[in-house]
């Protein structure tokens, strides 16, 4: 039997049951995701999302002080009072390792929160993308790949970010393992191949997405550079709903 | 000011809200936007659309019995006593011309009224595609083409064929009067430009999508062939929310 391997262009786009016994991969590319493999591969312990600013501060003081920083944003920036924005730059070593970060964003919060039923949740960007397919390709049953997407619209660079996990999964794939009907996944393979054919292009279009004007808007464009780097890191974050934990 | 052009690759990704005071495009190829087109070309005086068996039977019992035909599908099949399904090979001129059709099916008629405070309601497919672009263009306010997809799931043939409408009305806009930024514009873009570029690959496209695959396996083979002609027709149906009747 082939193993399905869905698209989902955003959370709502699938029932929270469908997920149930299957392999999901989050994509929240600017910036949660790309945060959240920053800040893990550069030594903190866990990030712990939660889905807003009070809940935030309330695991943050069930925690040692000097152990745990807070993060995210609300409308792209800084909440205030917390420690560090969504800005993946920001996660350095010398900030971040050995804590615990307590972080808020909505929209990954939110795909998290639709996907619990998995039996293993990762996070996927274009800075872990390699890692991504070989993780997913030494699993079993079927695959979901996500788009946090961004207040319930479609966004292209979470929809790139799918095609390339797929291209590359479906080019690995010589025993024709996976089922490639879905026809979500058809359009996001589509779009990787267009907007990907040179790095100008590649640019471009992440400038030009969603998300990337929004950076653009910011004065954030550095930002976009970053989250569109191939395999930056070799590790896949993955996201326990017991302890509510994402680690490596 | 520019005039946005929004895609919808299914309609509960708008708000019913966000269409007021716009121009919608219905598009749900496989099949119902396909025979609509085909039943009004040939000389049906009227489509009524419907939400279910039930309520289609009384508005079909309020009208001259002469003069109506009971019309639509559930699971792609004949409803038990109506007189046409949703082939729109079966819509020729001696059946239909001079009578009105009561019609339902599941997709088509909850896009309609989804999308019913918008100020014009247009029903496209590859059929009458060069006149859907023209008759867009020669509007004002914003554009949404809305993928009816199937019990709200995406299908590829809908995308495609927003795909195709989006990709002519830009080739059309020497004057850049449309802004091109909605990321599921560019999805449906992407699309429409891979899978079009010789006959065959879009016919592959057309019977791989989820609607084609239904077709396939009820032997609808020819049903998709025809839904895949371009510009068989020149006249763009139009829904009347006052009325609830769809006229050309």
Known sequence: MTRPLF???VPQLFDPEQVQGGVVVILDILRASTTIIHALENGAQGVIPVA???QARV???RLTPEQVLLGGER???LIPGF???NNPLAYTRDVVAGKQIVFTTTNGTAALERAKAARQILIGAFVNLSAVVDKVYATTGPVHLVCAGTRGKVTLEDALCAGG???KLLEKDQQELFD????QLQLVLDSYRNRTKDSATFRRAMRSSFGGRNCVRLGFDLQIDRAATFDLFKSVPSFDATTGIITI
């Not at 490639?180 to 026809?183: G, S």
């Open 7 to 9: 698209v989902h262009l």
């Open 52 to 54: 807003d600013v009070e």
């Open 59 to 61: 695991v943050a003081s």
């Open 75 to 77: 409308d792209g920036l």
């Open 83 to 85: 420690d560090l924005d």
């Open 165 to 167: 996990i797929a291209w």
């Open 180 to 183: 490639r009907t879905d026809d």
